[in-house]
T-cell receptor, first 115, second 113 residues
Framework: GAVVSQHPSWVICKSGTSVKIECRSL??????MFWYRQFPKQSLMLMAT?????????EQGVEKDKFLINHASLTLSTLTVTSAHPEDSSFYIC???????????FGPGTRLTVT | AQSVAQPEDQVNVAEGNPLTVKCTYS??????LFWYVQYPNRGLQFLLK????DNLVKGSYGFEAEFNKSQTSFHLKKPSALVSDSALYFC???????????WGAGTKLIIKP
């Protein structure tokens, strides 16, 4: 099946710093990539949808200047959490969708802890 | 409003018994339905999907789900549960041309030896 990787798998950063999370589709071209946030024991919350070469579409309530998403190629999307605060601590998951697929293929997630 | 409901926060089943994890949906048009499983501190793994065709869909790890249009349900089932099936299960429906998924709240499945 299609494989999506995320890097890093976990990261600890200090409040006020920025952290970048990479999402790569390893064996398919991801026309669309999605970024989710998941709080403990809760469902996934869609943060934004990005199509390759276009600006990301952010969900209501998600600050686009704080969560910068870049989808520069069909195999790479990045999420940068700028000026991180402890409340940004969460599990971030990306997924990719191929050009003719209804399925989303998920990365293993990144655990972000802001101290 | 379009939504997906998983009415049970947790399901407990003894190993070897059949299991059912419930999912109902409320959408306009024809839904594309999915089940995903999540193990602790891991991303989601695809189990199965219904797009069209046979209402009974077979997926990974011996799971299956039945699409019931009249009841707007897509319950996940397995004839004989394994302890290793213990995980968090999410039902989702695909809605628009951008292929965004609407997610259920998740059901924690606990299989006891």
């Amino acid at each position: 099946g299609a494989v999506v990787s995320q890097h890093p798998s976990w990261v600890i950063c200090k409040s006020g710093t920025s952290v970048k999370i990479e999402c790569r589709s390893l064996d398919f071209q991801a026309t669309t990539m999605f970024w989710y946030r998941q709080f403990p024991k809760q469902s996934l919350m869609l943060m934004a949808t990005s199509n390759e070469g276009s600006k990301a579409t952010y969900e209501q309530g998600v600050e686009k200047d704080k969560f910068l998403i870049n989808h520069a190629s069909l195999t790479l999307s990045t999420l940068t959490v700028t000026s991180a605060h402890p409340e940004d601590s969460s599990f971030y998951i990306c997924s990719g969708r191929g050009p003719s697929s209804y399925e989303q293929y998920f990365g293993p997630g990144t655990r972000l802890t802001v101290t | 409003a379009q939504s997906v409901a998983q009415p049970e926060d947790q399901v407990n089943v003894a190993e070897g018994n059949p299991l059912t994890v419930k999912c109902t949906y409320s959408v306009s048009g024809n839904p594309y339905l999915f089940w995903y499983v999540q193990y602790p501190n891991r991303g989601l793994q695809f189990l199965l999907k219904y797009i069209t065709g046979d209402n009974l869909v077979k997926g990974s790890y011996g799971f299956e789900a039945e699409f019931n249009k009249s009841q707007t349900s897509f319950h996940l089932k397995k004839p004989s549960a394994l302890v290793s099936d213990s995980a968090l299960y999410f039902c989702a429906v695909n809605m628009d041309s951008n292929y965004q998924l609407i997610w259920g709240a998740g059901t924690k499945l606990i299989i006891k030896p």
